[in-house]
């Protein structure tokens, strides 16, 4: 066996680590060190993993000639079973012979195993209970032995994994097909393939006391402003939770207005266009087990871009963007603008058309607004039916559902044709939204506009608007205004708002988002603050 | 808040209701003239800007009540502060009768009056509750979304205007025009809110520069409207319209769309700019002078500021006591406007020699 140079003898006490952000601190488990017989680990470790009989404990000996005792322990089913076998249980048990002997007492033994004889990647040294109780739970394998205070934690997780899959969500017709998966670290390997600049940084912490989600936070650092990753991390550790399951729920600790309908962050399952989203001076955050990774700060404009608008003629992806803008505004007002024009202003409505409207309505029992707000809650009902049926099922209830109930509505009396159809056509408005957080938000918004019409008419209907620009400006995202680049406007950035422009005029990156690196393209001088 | 977002506060503050109205009492006594008229009574608000940042120059590191109680001491400023706070009030009452008037009679013919200035009120108590940078972005948002509608103009000019109505230029005598221009610049009062929201830029040095755009950009559209309705109902007729602006939109049929007045006029609903700017002027200063820091307490004021501003609005119960009301209250614009500006910097000028004979 070699000799590895010996370090200075450890104190005989270590000194208490400092003070732990809460979200790192174990819950119930004495920061203790391990003693060095493997028993008194045992009676340690006992109490925290009896009830857990998903954990192994795989008793073996390290080296035949002087065998020294040494348990394995890890979560069934958690590891990679060939790795632990081929490139750790053989190693120890069967070529630790070779050469010298280990000694058993010998405190460097885990050093020298960990160096040596271990063919795995990612090894970590403990000394502490809290340490190794954590570690047990986050996943890993842990190697204890007899006659050393150290354990050895050794990362070869590896469980089911779902197969890369283009997300329903965000189809694109060009681009890529990639989306992110449950897995961190294959999520974070993705960015990295796109993003080879060795300036970007992945911080990893954890959220959740008790659930210990992974939560990596990736960004270029001559790039991001570094107040903004600076916020943004000191949001993320702030969070004092017991779990989180996903990243929709770390979305919400870490916004800014809890109360607005609004989403404040955008979320994204497309590597490429987290990769852009990180060239504009972002922050990507990647909770493991959620798909959906959260880019910040965000814009409300963001809500309406697609990565397929970068990929397409410029000219098809902004007539697209103009088209969404419109839809978005159309989704929240048609009804609302109905409701206003025939309860308020009739005289605004042609005369061709104000007949039959009157004739059809004429037959339906109720107001109009009853009529209208009946309609949008069987419309958001057949929506979210077809949401919770399995692919081809829920469409084919989504058309026929639609198609059948509207015919049938007519018939029976319960609504007019007009109201079937700004019905329909406001739902059809919220699908051709790319963000599914903006079209959700479509949905809801169009029922205080409906009211407001129903009261005032068009006044009550312009009120509202003018109620919910006001509520866009005032909100920031991770103190960025979220309405930027319109309010404040920034004119340099209205190229990539309502349109997308031609890429080789987008030489800087949005003013909207601070960065530290303002050019995006070569040859370009930057000239004035932001 | 920048100089930038001051100007489009200005221009939200200077543009009411009155746009709507402004081509009728400029051609009351100017007749053919009334555009001239509109030009000259801009030099109102233009003096008011400089005296108002002349004075502001002196004291770039205070705010209005600061400068107020340093010029005349705690009791005498801090009756000041309240004085011109009072005033914006009344100012924002005057905003919300004629926008619940005016939306009464052509918009929301059975609602009552006072469910109208109750929902206006209501409405800028949220905006204002923002606090003034975003009341400045409101502004210069709505600025952008109501730009289309001054192009309105040009197909009723292209349709039915008749420019022998503008002539001959002068035709109508200087005294008159004079008369019109004294009537016409009451109607740009209210930038006497500036002295309260000149101290919130950030870069004061920008601010004139800012406020000359902002007062070029009312009074040029102002001029443009009000020679348009000359040319499309000529002087007499022009004196039988209410709202001649919207009369001109009536009088042509647009192609689509027959009742372009209507929707001019919805999208004109949002425009009680002057009322939630006034209001947060008038919250902010009472904030201010009471010493208080915190949000809850600007909500409370503005509440208390709005509430009484709403209870005024209702006062008058016509149409014609309106006019009236808002006839003698128009007075108040150039005496508050250029008074406040000239006592301040008469008093500054005082304590300046009197410092330097000490």
Redesign the interface.
Known sequence: MRKIPRKPATPPSAPEPAEKPKNLQNINIPDITLPESLTGKQTLLKPHIERSQDIINRPFFIGTQQPVEAYALYVNGVIDTDTFNASILRPLMIYAEDGEDPRSQDPELPEYIARTLLTVGQIRKIDRLADLVRDIYDGMLIIMLEGSSQALSIDIQKGPLRAIEEPPAERGLRGSREGFIENLDINISMVRRRLRDPKLVVKKTVVGQRTRTQVAMIYIEDIADPNIVQEIETRVNAVNVDGIAASGMLEQFIQDRPWSIFYQHRLTEKPDKAVMQILEGRVLIIVDGTPTTITSPSLFVEFFQAPGDYYERTWIGSFIRLLRYMAFFLAISTSALYIAVVN??P??I?AELLVPIARFRNQVPFPVVFEILILEVMMQLVIEAGHHLPGNVGQTVGVVGGIIMGQAAITARFASPAAIIVASFSAMCTFVLPSPGIALVSRILRLPMILAAAA????????M???L??HL??MTSIGV?F?GP????RYSDLKDSFIRSFLTTMKKRPVSIPSQDKVRQAGQEVTGDR | M?SK?LGFLIMGTLVGVNFLTIPRTASEAAGQDAWIAVLVGALLPLLVLVLIERLGRRFPEMDFIQMSQYLFGKIGGSVLVIILSLHMIIVVAREIARFAFL?SIF??PL?PIWA?SL??LL?SL??AG??AQ?VA??N???F?LLLPAFFLIVYPLITAADHTYLLPVGGSGILSIARSSFDVSLYYGRMEFLMVAYFMVTHKDEVLKAGLIAWGAVTVPYMLFTAACLMVFGPENLQEQITPVLAMFTSVSYPL???MD??FL??W??AFRPVFNLLCMSGYSLTRLLNLQERRHYLMLLTVAGTAAYLFSLIPTSIVELIIYSGWQGYTHPVVGLGYPLLYLLAAKMREGRTQNV
């Open positions: 308020f202003q005289e605004l042609p005032f008419g068009a006044v009550g209907f312009a009120l608007w003018l109620i620009l006001t400006i005032s205004p309405m319109l309010s404040p406007t | 920048t977002q939306e918009l929301l609602t109208i929902l206006i409405v949220y905006v923002q606090g975003v972005r409101i210069e948002l709505l952008y769309l027959e009742r209507m929707l919805v999208a609903s949002v």
